[in-house]
């Protein structure tokens, strides 16, 4: 199990950060076709153990309806869209206990191309 430190150091020595801060960060995941997603990742407490969210903003409240959102919800093999003010988000959260730091990628991975999915089908454009 390794520790909010050690994921750090890690994504600092693998990636170019966007922002760096004690409990979270960020990084840009550029695509070949000249798109990109903003991902940020942040530590947090609950249940008594520490956890990861990985989230990506996908589009505005305006562009997708709350239904569509929901039915979306339920087709996700893991992650969910959550609403944050008026930006719908892409998330995905994992405990620290069960996360090898290799397996650190699978969520990045997962949430970059779900979120630029999503922004796609439903965002005036690559703006996330």
């Not at 994504?11 to 840009?28: G, H, I, N, Q, T």
């Not at 339920?74 to 930006?87: K, Q, S, W």
Request: glycine share 2%; with cysteine.
């Amino acid at each position: 199990m390794p520790t909010w430190g050690e994921i750090q150091e890690y994504v600092r020595s693998k990636y170019k950060l966007a922002k760096d801060e004690p409990e979270w960060f960020s990084l840009v995941w550029a695509y070949q076709n000249d798109r990109s997603q903003l991902i940020r990742c942040k530590h947090f407490k609950a249940f008594d153990q520490d956890w990861i969210e990985f989230a990506s903003a996908c589009c505005k409240e305006n562009e997708m309806s709350p239904l569509v959102a929901l039915k979306k919800n339920n087709d996700f093999a893991v992650g969910f869209i959550a609403l944050d003010g008026d930006i719908y988000v892409f998330k995905y959260t994992v405990p620290l206990t069960n996360l090898d730091i290799d397996e650190f990628e699978l969520p990045l991975h997962v949430v970059a191309s779900t979120a630029d999915q999503l922004e796609s089908q439903f965002a005036a454009q690559d703006k996330f």
